[in-house]
């Protein structure tokens, strides 16, 4: 299980400690919306160079909290640290996967697959997987969350709605945990 409050502690950290406690404090009150629009709002307005895996890390926390859709842009307009994390957000990747094979299959008939979070070193992506609606636009919550192979076409690992972190954890773990 991942523990939100300690990844939420660790991207705070990136600002300078004024800024920093105002983003824990809105974690301790429950204004974890707010806090994550001051997070973001403070690594652009100081410039903070952050790294892939904390650009990522910050997807995840705004995913968890609803407000992806919202910050994604200015997440992606943050400064890139050049360090050579193994983990790249590839949020606005244009492929969409209509269609997956391996045992998950059954439960993702229907859904449309979006490319979300890579790991550069093996290549395995995290994916969002979200029903079309009525009228077009893909659904606002992921119904579920998946790892896929490079081609992005079988299914290593299902995650249920609610699984965002724990996901993007095991994504991390894939080749941090090989020899």
Not at 76 to 98: A, F, M, N, W
Request: aromatic share 6%; net charge negative; charged share 20%.
């Amino acid at each position: 299980m991942t523990d939100d409050a300690v990844n939420w502690n660790r991207v705070a950290a990136l600002l300078p400690e004024t800024e920093a406690k105002g983003v824990k404090d809105c974690w301790a009150i429950g204004e974890q919306e707010a806090g994550l629009d001051l997070l973001v709002s403070g690594i652009l307005g100081h410039q903070v160079a952050i790294s892939e895996t904390a650009r990522s890390q910050i997807s995840v926390l705004a995913e968890t909290w609803g407000e992806r859709e919202a910050l994604t842009p200015r997440i992606l307009q943050c400064r890139d640290d050049g360090t050579s994390g193994h983990l790249k957000l590839i949020e606005g990747d244009e492929v969409i996967v209509p269609e997956v094979t391996g045992g998950a299959g059954q439960d993702l008939a229907g859904l449309v697959l979006v490319p979300w979070i890579a790991c550069t070193r093996c290549s395995q992506v995290l994916m969002r997987a979200h029903a079309r609606e009525s009228w077009g636009d893909l659904s606002y919550l992921a119904r579920h969350y998946i790892i896929t192979t490079p081609s992005r076409t079988t299914v290593l690992r299902l995650f249920p709605a609610d699984s965002a972190s724990a996901a993007f954890d095991a994504l991390q773990r894939v080749c941090s945990d090989a020899p």
